[in-house]
């Protein structure tokens, strides 16, 4: 079985404390007890590359006050008996007093390539009582060095421009007896879908999905036991351009390639390593006995463009033995598995199809022409059922908007066809699916000369990385709760493999500001840790030498070429990272990131030694899609766009004083002065050049002051009079926002910050144009790139740069968790050991429930607030975190908690009255606030 987690998909708040927190009169059970245990973020992954990989559990929900666990045991041993019978022949750490949960390393013997371990962990709650043992759990070795393998690369010798039809490659061999235990470790340069006896391995996508080739490729391992039988068996794999040899987008535009960005020749990597009893293993690998064709079915492959596909040449067999392959040509064997790129286990969650999504409409705007309505802005493709003769061809074109014709929009995706082609063979129950594509697309145009497609026949398949999702969020407002949804769907949309800037033109690139700003939204939306553990490895894969990172990752253009070293966009390689560390707790992630990130503040130092980043800054994006690029009726307003040389130096301080804490966490003190010291210079230059005595913000815009005070570049005294002059910003607009990418949801959260969350939630609940509130009431489902992406009587905006999904504006997820919900980790420490729960009513919102799966469990959070004088608050506390509860209030005798009027049930400490809230500490379990 491909790597997978366990943990449950968000269920309502209510459902799930009914289940899991009920049986109020029975008797608790004693102790704590380990759940959902996690390898390297991963649940029993094939393939783990660290050499003493972190250990992760959470617990059994526990309606217990105060639960947490004082003390650990974990065994790991060889054999699933012995671990079953209490025995850690591999480790037994003993009992080791700690609160850890999160990422506690294997403290064993050196683990060897290819072993399999079997392990389980116990916990002693805070009364020093030892809980049940958690499930038994495992994991499996990675092949730790290239020479581990006895594979080589292969591909079809035959020509290689021109003919991009997907090569199909096969292999047949015998076993001697029956498989005990088979795994099978598959690479790519290109995409690889795998088959074994007839059947496909896996529900992987993509594989082996995107890094930088010339670096570092990924293998992906299967547990393939069930699949082999004694005797014949055969090894089939389709091998497909991807994005090593396909279109990658801004290929054209920089490196002049249409195609073959990283390479020509797609190839494949595969090795099957077989246990049986009582005898040797039996290893199958690519090398030169394997046959290729390319007259199969896939005709052309492309991840922008699209696939075609012709039934006709389906070949009946050939993924089982005894299957005539006499036309079939020996195969070119290339370099050893050792001798080419690093080879590395993919160390995130696949790329999956994850939901199904059925049209709600069909509808046919010219004669022949159908048009599928997906009701939701989508990834992935369809599948189609399809009727005709051999021969006849349907063409499946796939956009994201209509146009005033009801006909699909397809201006807006610039170069990238997206279009499929499947011609049929004239059978029975024809269906077709693409597998090397992918597109970004609501509806479908489905035209060609097979029969007239029913509403049923056509179904959206939606594909990215298929990370857990962690949060939930609702409130009486129906407008928030769609801007929620459309964040989720556009996060969804953008993951595959690296997080995208968007999904569907001919672009699809790991910007790198995009996911600055919206980092911490993704990490509420899913388990992001070994998403942007592995994309920081690209990040660090694309640093040039100077320190200069790039403004996308992967950057397959050259590192010190066009398209690196921008303010806002290199400075991903420092937030990222340590938003990781906040939130996973992960320091492994900083120690290995920290010289990357101290190397890139030292490249603009270099390039700026008066601390003012005027030099130096590549494209230079600036605040990008600020109020001034707004093209509307009422809008050619000027002077909404921050200094660049603001930006950017903001930008450069903001990174400064991240790589000192980075440092002060690592234990780096004498880099943690010089770069504390160094964020003070920056700091005191930025003042001296930028900022008046009076607060004013060269520039006066609503984004300078929003990134002044977001960053802490300016004096507490002068704090009031900016939030002003922000404000003053706000009422220019009559009350709308002129900022970009980098400044709107820092702009919410200043004002949330400065006590104006009244204002926020007005620019949050906004339906005039530009506002969040404009696009949902003109149908958006997803976020989109520009406020005025579409303008009633204007139309689309410029259709060289105009995305529906496009996350970035989207990161004001960050300010519905933090404000609207109340849901914050304490800042002061990382991992989520504690938490800050301190919704701020208002915008007239009657109630709200979401939740937050933290690496140490679920926090769930909701609020009433029927009228004014009521206000009531749930929040449930997972074991082993504490939280601190802001209760809105103008004293604590107003606040009662649990039973009687006024009680304060156990485990409930008032701490101080605070900002208008009486602040309670509480550790694990359900607790009911309510204030009279
Ligand atoms: C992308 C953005 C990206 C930007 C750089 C655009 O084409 O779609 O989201 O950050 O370029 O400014």
Same mark, same amino acid.
């Given at each position: 079985?491909?790597?997978?987690?366990?943990?449950?998909?968000?269920?309502?708040?209510?459902?799930?404390?009914?289940?899991t927190?009920?049986?109020?009169?029975? !008797?608790?059970?004693?102790g704590?007890?380990p @759940?959902? =245990? %996690?390898v $390297?973020?991963?649940a029993?992954?094939? *393939? +783990?590359d &660290?050499?003493?990989?972190?250990?992760?559990?959470e617990?059994?929900?526990t309606?217990v006050?105060?639960?947490?666990?004082?003390?650990?045991?974990?065994?790991?041993?060889s054999?699933?008996?012995?671990?079953?019978?209490g025995?850690?022949?591999?480790?037994?750490s003993?009992?080791?007093?700690?609160?850890?949960?999160?990422?506690?390393p294997?403290?064993?013997?050196?683990?060897?390539?290819?072993?399999?371990?079997?392990?389980?962990?116990?916990?002693?709650?805070e009364?020093?009582?030892?809980?049940?043992?958690?499930?038994?759990?495992?994991?499996?070795m990675?092949l730790?060095?290239?020479?581990?393998?006895?594979?080589?690369?292969?591909?079809?010798?035959? !020509?290689?421009?021109a003919?991009?039809?997907? @090569?199909? =490659? %096969?292999? $047949?061999?015998t076993?001697?007896?029956? *498989? +005990?235990r &088979?795994?099978?470790?598959?690479?790519?340069?290109g995409?690889y879908?795998?088959?074994?006896?007839?059947?496909?391995?896996?529900?992987?996508?993509l594989?082996p999905?995107?890094?930088?080739?010339?670096t570092?490729?990924?293998?992906?391992?299967?547990?393939?036991?069930?699949?082999l039988?004694?005797?014949?068996n055969?090894?089939?794999?389709?091998?497909?351009d991807?994005?090593?040899?396909?279109?990658?987008?801004?290929?054209?535009?920089?490196?002049?390639?249409p195609?073959?960005?990283?390479?020509?020749?797609?190839s494949?990597?595969?090795?099957?390593?077989v246990?049986?009893?009582?005898?040797?293993?039996?290893?199958?690998?690519?090398?030169?006995?394997?046959?290729?064709?390319?007259?199969?079915?896939?005709?052309?492959?492309?991840i922008?463009?699209?696939?075609?596909?012709? *039934?006709?040449?389906?070949?009946?067999?050939?993924?089982r033995p005894?299957?005539?392959?006499s036309?079939?040509?020996p195969?070119?064997?290339?370099?050893a598995a050792?001798?080419?790129?690093?080879?590395?286990?993919q160390?995130?969650e696949?790329i999956?199809?994850?939901?199904?999504?059925?049209?709600v409409r069909?509808?046919?705007?010219k004669?022949g022409?159908?048009?599928?309505?997906?009701g939701?802005n989508m990834?992935?493709?369809?599948?189609l059922?399809?009727?005709?003769?051999?021969?006849?061809?349907?063409?499946?074109r796939?956009?994201?908007?209509?146009?005033?014709?009801?006909?699909?929009?397809?201006e807006?995706?610039?170069?990238?066809?997206?279009?499929?082609?499947?011609?049929?063979?004239?059978?029975?129950?024809?269906?077709?699916?693409?597998?090397?594509?992918?597109?970004?697309?609501?509806?479908?145009?489905?035209?060609?000369?097979?029969e007239?497609?029913?509403?049923?026949?056509?179904?959206?398949r939606?594909?990215?990385?298929?990370?857990?999702?962690?949060?939930?969020?609702?409130?009486?407002?129906?407008?928030?709760?769609?801007l929620?949804?459309?964040?989720?769907?556009?996060?969804?949309?953008?993951m595959h493999?690296?997080?995208?800037d968007c999904?569907?033109?001919d672009?699809r690139?790991?910007?790198?500001?995009?996911?600055?700003?919206?980092?911490?939204?993704?990490?509420?939306n899913?388990?992001m840790?070994?998403?942007?553990?592995?994309?920081?490895?690209?990040?660090?894969?694309?640093?040039a030498?100077?320190?200069?990172?790039?403004?996308?990752?992967?950057?397959?253009f050259?590192?010190?070429?066009?398209?690196t070293?921008?303010?806002?966009?290199?400075d991903a390689?420092?937030?990222?990272p340590?938003?990781?560390?906040?939130?996973y707790?992960?320091t492994?992630?900083l120690?290995?990131?920290?010289?990357?990130?101290?190397?890139?503040?030292?490249?603009?130092?270099?390039?700026?030694p008066?601390?003012?980043?005027t030099?130096?800054?590549?494209?230079?994006?600036g605040?990008?899609?600020?109020?001034?690029?707004?093209v509307?009726e009422?809008?050619?307003?000027?002077?909404?766009?921050?200094?660049?040389?603001?930006?950017?130096?903001?930008?450069?301080?903001?990174s400064?004083?991240?790589?000192?804490?980075?440092?002060?966490?690592?234990?780096?003190?004498?880099?943690?002065?010089?770069?504390?010291?160094?964020?003070?210079?920056?700091?005191a230059?930025f003042?001296?050049?930028?900022?008046?005595?009076?607060?004013r913000?060269?520039?006066?815009?609503?984004?300078?002051?929003?990134?002044?005070?977001?960053?802490?570049?300016?004096?507490?005294?002068l704090?009031?009079?900016m939030?002003?002059?922000?404000?003053?910003?706000?009422?220019?607009?009559?009350?709308?926002?002129?900022t970009?990418f980098?400044s709107?949801?820092?702009?919410?959260?200043?004002?949330?910050?400065?006590?104006?969350?009244?204002?926020?939630y007005?620019?949050?609940?906004?339906?005039?144009?530009?506002?969040?509130?404009?696009?949902i009431?003109?149908?958006?489902?997803t976020?989109?790139?520009?406020?005025?992406?579409?303008?009633k009587?204007?139309?689309?905006?410029?259709?060289?740069?105009?995305?529906?999904n496009?996350y970035?504006?989207g990161?004001?997820?960050?300010?519905?968790?933090?404000?609207?919900?109340?849901?914050?980790?304490?800042?002061?420490?990382?991992?989520?050991?504690?938490?800050?729960?301190?919704p701020q009513?208002?915008?007239?919102?009657?109630w709200?429930?979401?939740?937050?799966h933290?690496?140490?469990g679920r926090?769930?959070?909701s609020?009433r607030?029927p009228s004014?004088?009521?206000?009531?608050?749930?929040?449930?506390?997972?074991?082993?975190?504490?939280?601190?509860?802001?209760?809105?209030?103008?004293?604590?005798?107003?606040?009662?908690?649990?039973a009687?009027p006024a009680?304060?049930?156990?485990?409930?400490r008032?701490?101080?009255?605070?900002?208008?809230?009486?602040?309670?500490?509480?550790?694990?379990?359900?607790?009911?606030?309510?204030?009279k």
């Open positions: 079985m491909p790597t997978q987690r366990v943990r449950s998909l968000i269920v309502p708040v209510t459902i799930c404390a009914a289940v927190l009920s049986g109020q009169g029975a !008797p608790p059970p004693a704590i007890q @759940t959902a =245990l %996690r $390297e973020y991963l029993n992954p094939l *393939a +783990v &660290a050499p003493r990989p972190r250990l992760t559990w617990f059994v929900p309606a006050r105060g639960a947490r666990q004082t003390a650990y045991r974990i065994l790991v041993a054999r699933a008996d012995l671990l079953g019978a025995t850690g022949d591999v480790w037994d003993g009992k080791v007093t700690s609160g850890d949960t999160a990422n506690v294997y403290g064993g013997r050196v683990l060897k390539s290819r072993e399999r371990l079997h392990w389980k962990v116990q916990a002693w709650d009364r020093d009582r030892p809980g049940a043992w958690s499930a038994a759990a495992e994991w499996t990675g730790l060095d290239g020479r581990d393998w006895a594979a080589r690369w292969i591909h079809d010798p035959g !020509p290689a421009v003919d991009v039809s997907a @090569t199909c =490659l %096969r292999r $047949e061999f076993l001697a007896r029956p *498989a +005990v &088979a795994i099978a470790r598959v690479s790519a340069l995409l879908e795998l088959r074994i006896n007839g059947q496909r391995v896996g529900d992987r996508q594989a999905e995107w890094t930088d080739y010339t570092r490729v990924q293998y992906q391992a299967y547990d393939v036991t069930p699949l039988r004694p005797g014949a055969v090894v089939a794999a389709t091998v497909a991807g994005w090593y040899a396909g279109g990658v987008g801004l290929g054209m535009i920089i490196a002049k390639k195609r073959n960005v990283y390479g020509t020749t797609p494949l990597l595969f090795e099957l390593e246990q049986h009893a009582g005898a040797g293993p039996t290893t199958v690998a690519s090398d030169a006995s394997w046959a290729a064709t390319r007259n199969g079915p896939v005709r052309s492959a492309d922008l463009n699209g696939e075609a596909y012709d *039934a006709r040449r389906e070949m009946p067999g050939w993924d005894g299957f005539d392959a036309s079939w040509h195969v070119a064997p290339g370099a050792g001798a080419g790129p690093r080879l590395v286990a160390p995130n696949p999956r199809v994850t939901q199904e999504l059925k049209p069909v509808t046919e705007p004669p022409v159908f048009v599928f309505d997906l939701q990834v992935g493709w369809c599948r059922s399809v009727r005709g003769r051999a021969g006849a061809t349907v063409k499946l796939h956009a994201e908007m209509l146009d005033d014709s009801g006909v699909v929009y397809t807006n995706l610039r170069g990238a066809l997206q279009t499929d082609a499947y011609t049929l063979r004239g059978a029975p129950g024809e269906s077709f699916e693409p597998r090397f594509t992918y597109h970004g697309f609501r509806y479908v145009e489905v035209t060609g000369d097979a007239r497609p029913r509403l049923e026949d056509l179904s959206g939606a594909v990215h990385s298929a990370v857990t999702p962690a949060g939930a969020f609702e409130t009486s407002d129906a407008l928030l709760n769609q929620w949804k459309n964040i989720v769907w556009t996060q969804r949309d953008n493999s690296i997080p995208t999904p569907q033109r672009e690139l790991g910007w790198m500001g995009d996911i600055l700003v919206f980092s911490q939204t993704a990490i509420y899913f388990d840790a070994a998403f942007l553990t592995k994309w920081i490895v690209d990040v660090r894969d694309a640093q030498g100077d320190g200069r990172f790039p403004d996308f990752a992967p950057h397959p050259g590192k010190n070429e066009r398209f070293g921008a303010p806002g966009w290199g390689g420092v937030v990222v340590w938003r990781a560390y906040e939130n707790g992960d492994r992630i120690a290995e990131h920290f010289d990357a990130a101290a190397r890139w503040v030292e490249f603009i130092r270099r390039e700026n008066d601390l003012l980043w030099k130096t800054r590549g494209n230079d994006y605040d990008w899609l600020h109020g001034d690029t707004l509307a009422g809008w050619p307003r000027k002077g909404a766009e921050v200094p660049k040389e603001v930006f950017a130096t903001a930008m450069f301080a903001h400064t004083d991240l790589v000192s804490r980075m440092a002060r966490v690592l234990g780096k003190d004498a880099e943690a002065k010089k770069y504390g010291d160094l964020f003070a210079q920056i700091k230059a003042n001296k050049a930028y900022v008046g005595a009076d607060g913000v060269k520039g006066e815009t609503q984004a300078g002051y929003a990134l002044a005070l977001y960053f802490d570049l300016v004096p507490e005294a704090r009031p009079a939030v002003r002059r922000m404000v003053a910003g706000i009422d220019a607009y009559k009350g709308h926002m002129s970009g980098h709107t949801y820092r702009m919410m959260m200043e004002l949330t910050r400065a006590g104006r969350t009244d204002l926020a007005q620019l949050a609940l906004q339906r005039t144009f530009p506002s969040w509130g404009y696009s009431d003109n149908g958006a489902t976020i989109w790139e520009r406020w005025d992406g579409y303008v009587g204007r139309g689309f905006q410029d259709k060289g740069m105009n995305s529906f496009h970035a504006i990161a004001v997820g960050e300010w519905m968790y933090r404000v609207v919900l109340g849901i914050n980790a304490d800042p002061a420490q990382a991992g989520w050991t504690r938490a800050v729960i301190r009513p208002g915008g007239g919102l009657t709200t429930r979401g939740s937050y933290s690496i140490r926090i769930d959070v609020w607030q004014a004088a009521t206000f009531s608050l749930d929040v449930t506390v997972p074991p082993g975190v504490t939280a601190t509860v802001f209760v809105p209030a103008r004293d604590a005798a107003q606040v009662s908690e649990g009687g009680a304060r049930a156990a485990g409930v008032f701490v101080r009255m605070e900002g208008g809230a009486a602040v309670f500490e509480v550790g694990s379990g359900q607790y009911r606030f309510a204030v």
